[in-house]
């Protein structure tokens, strides 16, 4: 069964105290994953596409990584304004298109 | 030039109401969606549209019923609304990228509430 599972469920981390977060997935005919942001009451916004094993993408503070079985968020020296949920979705052929599977999200919070 | 967007923002309703939720997409893509995001905020897809054809019909009711009259457009239609149906509801649209997957731009959703 295609599954994707986010750890840990909660984050609490004191500014500048670099992480990671982890997006283990299975799923057969991947055709990408997807990291989001998603902030309290807004809808997710796009961070990173990744498409195969050893691709890395990076934009600011964060670094997203990706292997064969899972992927991983890197966020270095984080700030209070990074505090959101990270989602993380798999995306694989369905019957008669792409489907998309969001694990359940990591929460993370940065205290200054 | 927001590029999703939703109407409502909020609906609270009864329950055994019928309702609609419209979606607009103005980035010119070719497939939109309809996710769930329910209590414990895990997204579901619900449907996917592709040039006005449902390419993607997850497990949901059938009270529930996408209607598309443009590429552009992908409203929510639902009947005799339930209690669980309570819910954020997210609609999306995506292309197709160069890398041969999709990136999704999310509306703000609407945030439904059944009495």
């Known amino acids: 069964e295609d599954q994707v599972t986010q750890s840990p469920e909660a984050l609490r981390l004191q500014e500048g105290e670099s992480s990671s977060l982890n997006c283990s997935y299975t799923v057969s005919g991947l055709r990408g994953l997807f990291w989001y942001r998603q902030d309290p009451g807004k809808g997710p916004e796009f961070l990173f596409t990744l498409y195969s094993a050893g691709e890395e993408k990076e934009k600011e503070r964060l670094k997203a990584t990706l292997t064969k079985k899972e992927s991983f968020l890197h966020i270095t020296a984080p700030k209070p304004e990074d505090s959101a949920t990270y989602l993380c979705?798999?995306?694989?052929?369905?019957?008669?298109?792409?489907?998309?599977?969001f694990g359940a999200g990591t929460r993370l919070f940065v205290k200054a | 030039d927001t590029a999703v967007s939703q109407t409502p923002k909020y609906l609270v309703t009864q329950m055994g109401n019928d309702k609609s939720i419209k979606c607009e997409q103005n980035?010119?893509?070719?497939?939109m969606y309809w996710y769930k995001q329910d209590s414990k905020k895990f997204l579901k897809i619900m449907f996917s549209y592709n040039n006005k054809e449902l390419i993607i019909n997850e497990t949901v009711p059938n009270r529930f019923s996408p209607k598309s009259p443009d590429k552009a457009h992908l409203n929510l239609h639902i009947n005799s609304l339930e209690l669980g149906d309570s819910a954020v509801y997210f609609c999306a649209s995506s292309q197709v990228l160069s890398g041969g997957g999709e990136t999704q731009y999310f509306g703000p959703g609407t945030r439904l509430l059944v009495l």
């Open positions: 979705a798999v995306q694989a052929l369905g019957t008669g298109g792409f489907k998309t599977i």
């Open positions: 980035l010119g893509h070719d497939t």
